[in-house]
């Protein structure tokens, strides 16, 4: 069984910290408000993205068990595991 890789929310804090810091340095975007609030935001999101996937991941993992049980043999479990993902984020219109 795959499992998804899970991300502590304290390398979310510094991916989020680093990405407004590039951006702004880039001047891509221009921070309005308290910096911590905005780091927290994108820290939620970027949060909230893995789970959905995990979500995603563990549907994936349920269906493809149900579908193997009446495969045949030789069949690659994790590549029926990424294409049932791919599909379940295509119609759940998340971007992996």
């Known amino acids: 069984m795959v499992r998804p890789m899970r991300v502590p929310e304290s390398s ?7 990405m407004l810091t590039v951006l702004s340095e880039k001047n891509l975007i221009r ?3 308290e ?8 820290t939620a999101t970027l949060l ?14 349920r269906l493809a ?3 193997l049980r009446s495969a045949p043999g030789g069949v690659d479990r ?6 049932i ?3 379940l984020a295509e119609e759940r219109r998340f971007a992996l």
């Open 85 to 87: 993902k791919q599909r």
């Open 78 to 83: 994790r590549r029926v595991v990424q294409m």
């Open 35 to 42: 910096r911590k609030s905005l780091v927290d935001k994108v």
């Open 12 to 18: 979310c804090q510094h991916i989020a910290d680093r």
């Open 48 to 61: 909230d993205n893995f789970r959905q996937e995990e979500v995603i991941e563990k549907d994936a993992e």
């Open 65 to 67: 068990d149900e579908h």
């Open 31 to 33: 921070l309005r408000g």
